[in-house]
């Protein structure tokens, strides 16, 4: 559990920490004293309350310290598979990411270590094997000491020192024993000599170069050599007879973009980021004499970054195009290059055996201009062409340039920057018109719900949510989120049935709950739920950056922030010159007063303002988590082998308690009142009063029981059907605890009539049951070794559905019909009547006179149902109210014959 993890401090963590330790202990002391609790205890509780939250708190802080503990002493033993979980970003979170890179890195070096030992020893044993066949040969006489026989031998030498000498120059390449020698070079004599050096390899291939005139480079002109010879080699070794490879020259922002083009096979896009790695090859069964040692690209790619630049493997209709891009430009080109082609300025040189035919195809050129003299990084890469330099490429620092990145001689360029105290989290792209579907929601919110009573503006204001949320939420319409929408949308629709303001609230609340489970897609696990159902309240945190982009958007179109300063400017002028105008004249002062008088409006505006701006944050943070993959919290596996001992007591002592408490329930049941006479010295409506609420709270404790033992107990063979068997017989004997509870309900309802708390615990008793029926039915599924990943949203189902049914039974119609036909008008309790909410009206208009009319004046008045009521409020058990005390008007009795009414007690 790590629920500081959106703050980017540590610091900031601690002092959050401290500050809940303290406002902890102060509250629990308070309500001590107010309690007349000792202060010695008071003190302890406050204490034990406070370490506990610290733990709480203080433990996801610390948790990925001793993950990187326990990593670091399994990648020290030389397995560097373990990763931190990183996903708190302050000053450790930094550090944890920081530690799986380093650990990847780590992994990788030394994967390419074990490639490389046995890659060296495979290519090193191909020419020792062939020169020691040639030797033992000559010296067993099988051949003679010839030409033809040591040219072989003189080969197989040659090829090996070529394998000796590339590891060499590899080996000094990444040690830096290779420094490089920078200094201006002109690019076309070394492209033309490197042309002609790789025209000697084949007499079937034609090469050609087309170098941009005066363009050079500030490099090391022996290495950039070596890159050019290197990638003109492979063009000519892989071309087809008659092929053209090709050698272009040109410049490329600040820098220079130099590129190698063929007409081979081409490499395929999934093998091209490997083909820079040491004794790589795309056809692995291919002979090194054939291709090379597969050292080459590795050597390029060495030298290219050393002199800061880049090299990748860009698309191309035919064959293969290596593209090296290199910082420093010594020429600059002009603004608008013309493209190479027939009377170009270009220099171009071809050296092929015959003239074969022009290629179609080609890339233009760029031509040359002005020269100036620049320096810098690479151009960004998005694509093989060459993109206009953008606005903001001005602003990008080079890597050197970076904070933190080490420059030449180890040193780091800056010190370490923090994360800022609020990071940007990883966010979805911003739909375009969320800000107006937020914006028209709010609106509607602002305008349907402030000072109105529920009804129909909360459910038209949960329909239009629903409508801006949907296009986001598409993707993830399955039967459960359906179901899950629906039983939501049914929850809010209370609000147009029922006026009990102690119903509705639960109602409401549950269906935006369910909402967010079905907008958020999670829900497989027990912790998945929880978040899902919170998902939308969690996802408020993010939303300023969220929304940032729209608005930014809308800033750079509209040119708002002008506007606004304009605004805001001449609106400090007014008053700043009108006060003076006021002071200097009282008619103008009388206009003044009467243009800024507020309106009887304007007094609702700020609280308006408000339900806008929450409104629009909910649409803004459900299209959020709509757009976010599903969070599915990964429950802790606590599961393992306990000793059947430990368990296997305490629970057969549990199943024989039960057993003892239902057969003593059984007989009280059948005994009738008789028996509890007898037994107890209590009468049955006193009896069945002074227990069903603990056997309520004896069941909420089983399912704890059951929810332990199945999370924590891993028993094999035998011991599942044993303790599957003792938990399901707990299970079935809660059931019948609990059917007893609802039969003490039951005569004490019989006795006293319903209430409010009688009918809501009556509900959570059948809601207990439905909840054990399930657990019986997930232990058989599980005892058949098959998921119950279904039971955490089949739970959920379950209690909307209870919810739901709970409301259509309207338990304030019930409520007022127990209480007149277990009361009888003259015991009637008028004070708790009159709090019920307009559905007991029906029932309460039945009474004799005065009687009807002294308890439903006070039901007017409590439940406000005089007048009309206005659009947004209208309500169909407040309008049936009012229909019928439209249709019989109420008296108006004398104030002491409606105190002599009733008596108080319900």
Known sequence: MRPLDFLGRIKIKIGLVILLAVATAFAINEYGRSLGVVASVRMGLAALLSLGMVQLL??????????????????????????????????????????????????????????????????????????????????????????????????????????????????????????????????????????????????????????????????????????????????????????????????????????????????????????????????????????????????????????????????????????????????????????????????????????????????????????????????????????????????????????????????????????????????????????????????????????????????????????????????????????????????VAVVLFRDAGWLIAPMLLAGFGLAALAVSGGGHGWLGVIRGGLSVALAVLPLPWFLAAPLKGVNRRQRLAPVLAGLGLAAVLIVVFGLLFASADAVFSSFVARVFTAPVWASSLPFRLFVFVVFAAMVGAATLVALRPPVEPVTPNLRGHVSRTLWLTPLVALNLLFASFVAVQITTLFGGNRKVVETAGLTYAEYARSGFFELVTVSVFVLAIVAVAAGVLAPRGRERWLLAGLLGLLCGLTMVILTSALHRLGLYTDAYGLSRLRASVGAAIWWLGAVFALVLVAGGVRLARRGASWLPRTLVLVT???????????????????????????????????????????????????????????????????????????????????????????????????????????
């Open 800 to 906: 909307g559905l209870s919810l739901l049914v709970f409301a259509v039974w309207n338990p304030d119609l019930r409520v007022a019909e127990t209480q007149l036909h277990k009361r009888g008008v003259a015991r009637l309790d008028v004070q708790y009547l009159s709090d019920l909410g307009a559905e007991a009206v029906p029932v309460v208009d039945r009474l004799p006179e005065p009687m009807r009319s002294c308890l439903l004046n006070e039901m007017v008045i409590v439940s406000r149902l005089g007048g009309s009521e206005p659009w947004n409020g209208w309500n169909l058990a407040r309008e049936h109210a009012r229909d019928l005390l439209r249709a019989r008007p109420l008296q108006v009795p004398s104030s002491q014959r409606c105190q002599d009414i009733g008596s108080p007690g319900t």
């Open 58 to 491: 203080g433990r996801g802080m610390t948790r990925p310290l001793r993950e990187m503990a326990a990593a670091a002493q399994t990648i020290a033993k030389g397995r560097y598979g373990m990763r931190v979980r990183a996903t708190s970003r302050d000053e450790v979170g930094e550090l944890a990411r920081a530690f799986n890179a380093m650990a990847a890195d780590l992994a990788e070096v030394d994967r390419q270590r074990r490639e490389l030992v046995a890659n060296v020893s495979h290519e090193l044993r191909t020419p020792i094997t062939g020169l020691q066949a040639v030797l033992e040969n000559i010296l067993d006489g099988v051949s003679a000491p010839d030409l033809a026989t040591l040219s072989t031998a003189l080969a197989q030498t040659e090829r090996l020192g070529r394998l000796v000498a590339q590891l060499l120059d590899l080996s000094r390449l990444d040690s830096g024993a290779r420094p490089i020698e920078p200094e201006p070079v002109e690019l076309g004599p070394l492209c033309d000599q490197a042309v002609r050096e790789a025209s000697l390899a084949r007499d079937d291939v034609s090469l050609s170069s087309a170098v941009s005139p005066l363009l050079g480079v500030h490099a090391d002109p022996a290495l950039l050599g070596q890159v050019l010879a290197n990638l003109l080699d492979n063009g000519v070794r892989h071309s087809p007879p008659g092929g053209l490879v090709r050698l272009e020259a040109r410049p490329e922002g600040p820098g220079v973009r130099l590129s190698v083009s063929d007409q081979g096979p081409g490499i395929p896009e999934p093998e091209r980021p490997r083909v820079f790695e040491r004794f790589s090859r795309l056809d692995t069964a291919r002979a090194a004499d054939a291709g090379g040692a597969g050292l080459g690209l590795a050597i390029v790619k060495e030298i290219v970054e050393l002199h800061g630049g880049s090299i990748r493997v860009a698309d191309s209709p035919v064959g293969c195009r290596m593209v090296v891009d290199l910082p420093g430009r010594t020429t600059a080109m002009s603004d608008a290059p013309e493209p190479l082609g027939e009377g170009s300025q270009a220099d171009e040189t071809t050296v092929a055996p015959t003239a074969p035919e022009a290629s179609g195809g080609e890339e233009p050129l760029t031509g040359a201009a002005d020269a100036v003299r620049q320096s810098g990084q690479p151009p960004r890469e998005t694509g093989d062409e060459p993109s206009a330099p953008s606005e903001d490429d001005a602003d990008i620092a080079s890597p050197a340039d970076a904070p933190g990145v080490a420059q030449a001689g180890g040193k780091p360029a800056s010190g370490y920057v923090p994360p800022p105290l609020f990071p940007r989290p990883d966010l979805p792209e911003t739909p375009r018109r969320l800000l107006f579907l937020a914006a028209a929601v709010g609106l509607l919110a602002a305008v349907a719900l402030p000072y109105s009573r529920p009804g129909l503006g909360i459910a038209l204001v949960a329909v239009a949510a629903g409508v801006a949320v949907l296009p986001a939420a598409r993707h993830r319409i399955t039967p459960w989120t359906a179901a899950f929408g629906l039983l939501a949308y049914a929850l």
